[in-house]
Structure formats: C-alpha cells, structure tokens
C-alpha cells in the first residue's frame, strides 16, 4: 500500500575523517565536537526540524558529548559502523566481523543516551547485499545505506557492490531478508539516500550548488508524483574549518592506481570546494526550499511503524 506523506529526513555522518587533509585524525573529532555541531544543531532549530545523527563507535568514545549534545536537543542517534577506516568497510569484511562492529557500535551508543539504538548507515555507503541479516540478528530494525539509481560511485571505493544501487527501489521498502537492494518481507525498513543520478548530499551541495539545485527540484517534482521521501545526506565535518595544508597533498589509500587517480585525488580535489564556514549558507538555503515545499520532516526511527502496519 502506498504511504503518501511526503516525508524528509535530514541525516547527518559524523566521524573524524579530515576533508581538508584527506584521513581519519582525532583531532578532526575535536574540531567536529566543537564547531561542526553546534553549527549543525543551531540550524536545524532555527527550522525547528529533528534529524538523524549516525555516529561512529570511534568517535562517540573518543568524545562522549559529541554524541549527548544531539540526543539532549531530540534528534535520532544511530550508529555508522564502529570504524571508518577503508579496511573496516562493510563489504570487505568477514560476516563474524560485520556483527562484531555491529553490536560494539551499537552497545557504545546505547551506553551513552541509555536507550535503544535501531539505525544504521555504513561508512561510505558500503554494504554487501546481505547485510539484511547481521542487522535484524544484532537488534537494528532501519537501514539507510542504499543510493538508489545513483551514478558516481565510480568515483569512490566498494564499486562492485554499489552497482546494486542501479536496481534498488527509490522509495522506502522493507528489504528481502538475503537482500538489502530488493524489496521483501523482512523486519529491515530501508530509506534510500535520494539522488537522480548524482546524490543529494553536502558534498555535491558544495562542488556545484547550480548541480545540486537541478537534482533537488527533480526530486522534489519526483515526490510530488509519487510520494516518495526526500534522504539528504551530509556530514558535521563539512562544515568545520580546519588549518589549511599544502593542497597538492592528497594521502593515497589505495594500491590500485585507478581507485587512487578517482577515489582519492580526483574526489579530494572536488571535495575542497566551500569547505568550512561557507557549507553553512548553501545548507541554509537546501533547508528554506524544503521547508517552503512543507516537506514532513521525520527521524529515520519515527516511520518505522507506519510502514510496518502497512507492509
């Protein structure tokens, strides 16, 4: 049955990956805690929305208050894996691996608010097509790590698996219990990340505000055919300002010299762009134009029982 409510959810990956010097640093954590989320929270109260906010393990225990300081203020804590390191992507590693950095993710977030965690989203977008399972067994009922019919994955590691995405649905779907690309019956709601061929994400929103204004109006005209939800996706460390570097610098993390000319050095040069303070207004005016169109702003977690009496 088709659910009408046009709903919007703004989710939020924080982490202590370095834009500016392309690598996971602590102190990036620091410079997140302290500017990337006040800036963030002061926003979305000045539009008076709640958000999802998913956390890495690593960086709610590295700082606790990072991850308290979005609950205090009402939005949805959700887990991002445990590690961002490449290495630890969700589509490399083993399944006892995969439930291992599921439950420390999850238990560590729980410890810190003191209830349930039941969303998830892997770092970089990086699933196997049956993760449906690992997450259902370790206590997750919402995934959102798909980007359905989204093209630039070209341009980011984990291809193989993201090719999937050609085939996922675009609007919320409960997921097939050996698949989390196809529609099912299991107990996982899936919430796509939107695009129309390129994401609507921070980074796009800051590479090219005339490309990011073209995808939002598809989308927005897309929604209001179907129905369908609008998932904008960017990240706390977007918007913080670090010290500048020497820009030709970009660390290499991958052997392979294709993944390392795309995925590293192409992504970071385009990733630099209206990095730090100047996010701020181009985000402000993503949220005016949803909020004119009276989008229904939600939590990942507050539509999980409306689809599930409806599935």
């Excluded at 924080?14 to 989320?37: A, P």
């Excluded at 609007?171 to 019956?185: A, C, M, Q, V, W």
């Excluded at 709601?189 to 796009?204: A, D, K, M, N, R």
């Excluded at 670090?242 to 970009?250: F, G, K, N, V, W």
């Amino acid at each position: 049955m088709k659910i009408n409510n046009r709903f919007c959810f703004i989710t939020n990956d924080v982490e202590t990956t370095s834009i500016l010097h392309h690598e996971l640093r602590d102190e990036t954590g620091k410079f997140v805690l302290e500017q990337g989320m006040p800036r963030l929270l002061d926003l979305y109260d000045e539009f008076d929305i709640k958000t999802t906010f998913f956390y890495t393990g690593y960086i709610a225990k590295l700082y606790p208050e990072v991850v308290k300081m979005a609950h205090s203020r009402g939005h949805e804590i959700a887990s991002h894996g445990y590690s961002h390191k490449v290495e630890n992507a969700f589509d490399v590693l083993s399944e006892i691996k995969i439930r291992e950095h599921l439950i420390r993710s999850k238990n560590t977030l729980e410890q810190i608010i003191g209830e349930e965690v039941l969303t998830f989203r892997a770092p970089a977008l990086r699933v196997k097509k049956n993760i449906s399972s690992a997450l259902l067994e370790t206590g997750f009922l919402i995934d959102s790590s798909v980007a359905s019919q989204r093209i630039d994955m070209f341009l980011s590691f984990g291809v193989k698996h993201k090719l999937n995405w050609f085939r996922a649905p675009r609007g919320i779907y409960f997921t097939k219990p050996e698949d989390l690309f196809s529609k099912g019956n299991s107990d996982l709601l899936e919430i796509p990340v939107s695009s129309v061929l390129l994401p609507y994400i921070g980074t796009f929103m800051r590479i090219s505000p005339m490309i990011i204004s073209a995808v939002r109006s598809s989308l927005n005209f897309e929604s209001k055919i179907t129905g369908r939800h609008i998932n904008f996706l960017t990240h706390p460390n977007e918007f913080i300002d670090e010290s500048p570097i020497d820009s030709l610098t970009t660390k290499r993390r991958s052997k392979n010299y294709l993944s390392y000319l795309l995925g590293d050095l192409l992504r970071h040069r385009l990733k630099l762009k209206n990095l730090g303070s100047p996010a701020i207004p181009l985000l402000k005016k993503e949220l005016n134009y949803l909020s004119r169109k009276e989008y229904n702003f939600r939590r990942c977690k507050d539509v999980y029982s409306l689809y599930k009496t409806r599935q």
